[in-house]
């Protein structure tokens, strides 16, 4: 199975800044990663497909980046409902797994 | 609108099986392949089986392969996910989703297993 490791796990940031979170996979998954946001309570929300295509309706200060074993979700200035947990998910190879989380938290 | 609502959940003994149904609306199903993805209380998310959208392929995570089947009726624009032999690490909210990234999803519904 494919691995994927989020870091960090969690992430402490105050409104305005700039944000990174990072996604690895355990072997090449090309560009066939996805990311979510998921708030307390509520089912995850799509945020980016094959890497870095912004889902319609997603806000323009998020953006992907990355291919093979290496991506990137950025956040370019953090907004007060932006504050929740983000997974990647290698969509590349059955069993589809996802990365353990990382939880944007306010500072 | 598209929208999926689960149902089928509630408290079960260890060992029990349970049927979850997932009801499509605003959309075709038979045009989507289709997830069920969980998160045990706490947790992160959990792939666990995709369908194709014909119905002819199905796959599973190892966690619940040979206990879980999923299977889908497009007539009823409706997926199912049948458990057997569950077990108390079976205990998750359950979503369905649709496609290889989940574009879609439902509210959840959550399944028990306790004695």
């Known amino acids: 199975d494919i691995q994927m490791t989020q870091s960090p796990s969690t992430l402490s940031a105050n409104v305005g800044d700039k944000v990174t979170l990072t996604c690895r996979a355990s072997?090449?998954?090309?560009?066939?990663l996805a990311w979510y946001q998921q708030k307390p309570g509520k089912a995850p929300h799509l945020l980016m497909y094959?890497?870095?295509i912004l889902e319609s309706g997603v806000p323009s200060r998020f953006s992907g980046s990355g291919s093979g074993t290496e991506f990137t979700l950025t956040i370019s200035s953090l907004q007060p409902g932006d504050f929740a947990t983000y997974y990647c998910?290698?969509?590349?190879?059955?069993?589809?797994?996802f990365g353990q989380g990382t939880k944007v938290e306010i500072k | 609108e598209v929208r999926l609502v689960e149902s089928g959940g509630g408290l079960v003994q260890p060992g029990g099986s349970l049927r979850l149904s997932c009801a499509a609306s605003?959309?075709?199903?038979?045009?989507?392949?289709m997830n069920w993805v969980r998160q045990a209380p706490g947790k992160g998310l959990e792939w666990i089986s995709n369908?194709?959208?014909?119905?002819?392929?199905?796959y599973y995570a190892e966690s619940v392969k040979g206990r879980f089947t999923i299977s889908r009726d497009n007539a009823k624009n409706s997926v199912y996910l049948e458990m057997n032999s569950l077990r108390v690490e079976d205990t998750a909210v359950y979503y369905c989703?649709?496609?290889?990234?989940?574009?879609?999803w439902g509210q959840g519904t959550l399944v028990t297993v306790s004695s």
């Open positions: 072997q090449s998954i090309r560009s066939w």
């Open positions: 989703a649709t496609g290889m990234y989940f574009r879609h």
């Open positions: 605003g959309f075709t199903l038979n045009s989507y392949e």
């Open positions: 369908i194709s959208s014909s119905g002819v392929n199905t």
């Open positions: 998910q290698q969509y590349n190879i059955y069993p589809w797994t």
């Open positions: 094959k890497a870095s």
